[in-house]
């Protein structure tokens, strides 16, 4: 409950939608205005200011293509998947065109700084259309409600979020940064570690030491989770992040037989053969005891190792290193989008210390009490920066639905006792 009006949106702004933006007519980078992709709201500066675009337009363009201008003050967001899941705003600080994924609120009246933070407070998620493609129209956006307090009030509510929620995301990019730099830190010891073991006993192409790779297969499965002694293909991200996920598979038909030769053993050796980010490619894990019964697909690879010369895990490690990541960037098929593809001759040729297998394992084991502690850290401060998110959602939630007076609030612990 507010104890402001409440306002339905399409009685106090109006609306645009993009329209569609062919290649064409893509690629400008300068001209008379911007013209907004999905992707442009990523670069918004100070949280919300969206200043710029990778795309400009002239008259003549806007003209040609039927586009309207949103002008500044203006609140952009997607109208169409999973980007509008994702629920972002952003504020224009000029003159915009947009693609047809996008849509625009246009205030007749009020701040605009406080439009932005009271639709902040809505989920289009909870009122799109369902379906492999979400989306909202311009009717559903209408129909919106939005506490509407006097324009003076509101400039109050904007200015006090401006500075707290500042205060907030500064904290969260401390957090994210120190987060990094221990990845950073991990990277360079593993190098480190990489380089000593290298001049020290020399170094071995991967196909020396390889019985096989193989790649799996790909049916069509279901879109979920297995259960009991179903079977299941794993995905092809469920070794990002270095780590085996075995949650990342679908479902294998109850009318289709597993191809059993592909099924997982605790101890595999797998590496991502395709994706449609380069660095994804070629990210490894191993495969920990499994609940369920998986079957490998056909853009992860299984190196089966030699175990009289190299120990999975080490070599695990090593294939992660940065040498070995560059080189296979620099072998990776294929443009961008889904058709990057690692061939493996390029695996095979990968360039790993040749240790002996007593140390390879007192250094798997090494490295892996270290990268834990640096998990551990890191674990912990992704918890804090989700925690400050959710305050943050919470307050602002708080200010504009005048749970408490911003003109008295003391700021610092202003979100203590808010709903989270």
């Known amino acids: ?129 369902g379906g492999a493609l979400p989306y909202v129209n311009e009717g559903q956006i209408r129909d919106l409600h939005i506490p509407f307090p006097s324009v003076e009030q509101q400039r109050h509510i904007a200015d006090f979020l401006d500075a707290e929620t500042a205060r907030i995301d500064d904290l969260a990019f401390r957090q994210s940064d120190q987060s990094q730099l221990l990845a950073d830190r991990d990277v360079s010891n593993l190098s480190e570690v990489y380089q000593n073991l290298t001049q020290e006993y020399g170094s071995i192409r991967l196909r020396h030491i390889l019985l096989r790779i193989e790649q799996g297969w790909s049916p069509q499965c279901d879109d979920r989770q297995v259960s009991g002694q179903e079977w299941g293909v794993v995905k092809a991200g469920c070794v990002n992040g270095g780590i085996f996920d075995p949650t990342q598979h679908k479902a294998l038909p109850d009318q289709v037989s597993p191809r059993k030769e592909y099924a997982l053993k605790e101890g595999d050796l797998l590496m991502s053969r395709a994706s449609g980010s380069t660095e994804l490619i070629g990210s490894v894990g191993i495969v920990p005891r499994l609940e369920h019964n998986l079957l490998l697909c056909d853009k992860v690879y299984r190196l089966s190792l030699d175990s009289r010369l190299g120990q999975a895990e080490f070599v695990a490690r090593m294939l992660r290193s940065h040498m070995v990541r560059e080189h296979i960037k620099m072998g990776i098929s294929g443009g961008e989008g889904m058709a990057n593809n690692l061939p493996i001759a390029v695996v095979k040729d990968c360039v790993l210390p040749k240790a002996p297998l007593n140390v390879q394992t007192s250094t798997a084991r090494k490295l892996d009490r270290d990268f834990s502690r640096t998990a551990r850290v890191r674990n912990a401060l992704q918890r804090s920066i989700k925690l400050l998110a959710e305050r943050r959602q919470a307050l602002i939630t708080a200010a504009v639905t005048g749970q408490f007076d911003v003109s008295t609030a003391s700021g610092r612990n202003v979100a203590e006792g808010v709903s989270v």
């Open 1 to 129: 409950m507010t104890p402001w009006p409440d306002m339905k949106v399409g009685r106090v702004a109006r609306l645009i939608s993009g329209v569609g933006f062919p290649h064409q007519y893509q690629g400008k980078t300068s001209g008379a205005h911007p013209f907004l992709k999905v992707s442009d709201l990523a670069s918004a500066v100070s949280g919300y200011h969206l200043v710029t675009a990778q795309n400009w337009v002239d008259q003549a363009d806007l003209a040609s293509l039927g586009a309207r201008l949103a002008p500044k003050g203006a609140i952009v967001f997607p109208k169409v998947g999973a980007a509008m899941l994702k629920n972002p705003r952003r504020l224009l600080d000029l003159p915009a065109a947009m693609d047809n994924n996008l849509m625009a609120i246009v205030p007749n009246s009020g701040e605009p700084r406080f439009w932005l933070y009271a639709l902040s407070t809505i989920d289009l998620g909870e009122i799109s259309a």
